[in-house]
């Protein structure tokens, strides 16, 4: 049986290794560090070094040259370490060569993430995605998987047992071919959740309630956004990818609209395209929302990258021209005002909450009201009390603001979705607005 070994729990020291091709690109690839630090700590294994290492000329058996990869590899099993992860995407064979000159385990930043993910996937379709995108990612990786993989097989009956093989058929060639079987088996699973996902989508979309999905950078704090919107009680934690599942909660806004909101799952810089593609049921909710809701964590330095990467990731799924509410959240967390000025001069269309506190949301859901004013009208009906099913037709999917008598007729305002609104014409006695 094809399996992923779990990396996380056979280490626990590694080093960080980040490789930066051009001096001009020198802070990036030391924040980019410092986000990997985050990443690995989230796994669990303790970080006790990080190298930032100038390439001149690429090196395709170790992108560095020999010497310095030595150097490396000393510097890691000087400091005790069980593990070097890199930063920069690794091929199967550099994987390799390295694995062999270090004799340790090495990684880089998908496979951490892959892993990551792994740990949070907590329903179906979060699980199915994380399997499949990390079988994916070792298959081409197999054969530093298992010390078995170099014997070769007799072309004898099985005895019923195991996959059939050829004649001088070796152990690697079967188990990739069980791998792509398994691949297949899950890409049709995944296909099938998705369905079921699509026909639960189309069911929200028959109330015709308006849509928004929270996005961000991971660790932004959308959970606890969704959460105090919505009294949801989704998981909301300091820690990187706390979010993994789509999650969809309804609000009510003054304007007695009902909102849809979904969260998601949260960017990082290089994030990898494989986990953009495994993941794209799960950002799905961004591509079909009327409207996304971007989160920035105002104390984080990186805030003005953050916001680049996910917009990055959207124009990927092609949700980048759709409008959007940008939020400054933990504005609370502020020391200095001088910080909070010069946000505002970057994000001057921003609204600023404090998701933890509940500062600004008021506010926040009344940016919603505005973005959906052209959904609803504000209208004062004259129905007659024996018209039951229209009166019902109104308090249904519209918000009733005020109910007087007239005799036989019942004088209803209220803020009605255009949709319904040619079924109400004929009661219609004063347009408000």
Known sequence: MFEVREKPDMVEKA????????????????ALLL??????????????????VRVRDGNKRFICGTGKADELVKLAQDRGCDCIVFDNELSPMQQRNWEGLADMTVIDREEVILDIFAQRARTKEARLQVQLARMQYALPRMARMWGHLDREGGGGSSGGGGASRGMGEQQIE?????????ITAIQAELEAVRKQR???????????????????YTNAGKSTLLNKLSGAEVLEADMLFATLDPTTRRI???SGQDLLLSDTVGFVRNLPHR??????ATLEEAIIADFLIHVLDASSPEIVDHYHTTRKVLAELGADEKRVVVVLNKTDCLQDSQDLIELREKFPEAVEVSALTGKGLETLKMSFSDLLAHRVRKL??????????????????????????????ILLSAVVPRSIEGQLSEFLQVEES
């Open 275 to 280: 986990l953009v593609e495994s993941f794209k």
């Open 35 to 52: 986000e990997l630090e985050e990443l690995v700590d989230t796994l669990g294994i303790g970080v006790v070094g990080m190298e930032l």
């Open 174 to 182: 079967i188990d990739r071919r069980l791998a792509r079987k398994k």
């Open 15 to 30: 080093m960080l290794v980040g490789f930066c091709f051009d001096k001009l690109e020198e802070a990036e690839t030391r």
């Open 252 to 254: 009510e806004l003054e």
């Open 380 to 409: 004062t009906y004259r129905i007659p009390q024996s018209r039951g099913d229209i009166s019902g037709l109104i308090y249904r999917e519209g918000k009733v603001l005020s109910t007087e008598y007239d005799g036989n007729d």
């Open 198 to 216: 699509t026909t639960q989508r189309k069911e929200r979309e028959r109330s015709d309630a308006a849509t928004a999905a929270i996005v961000g």
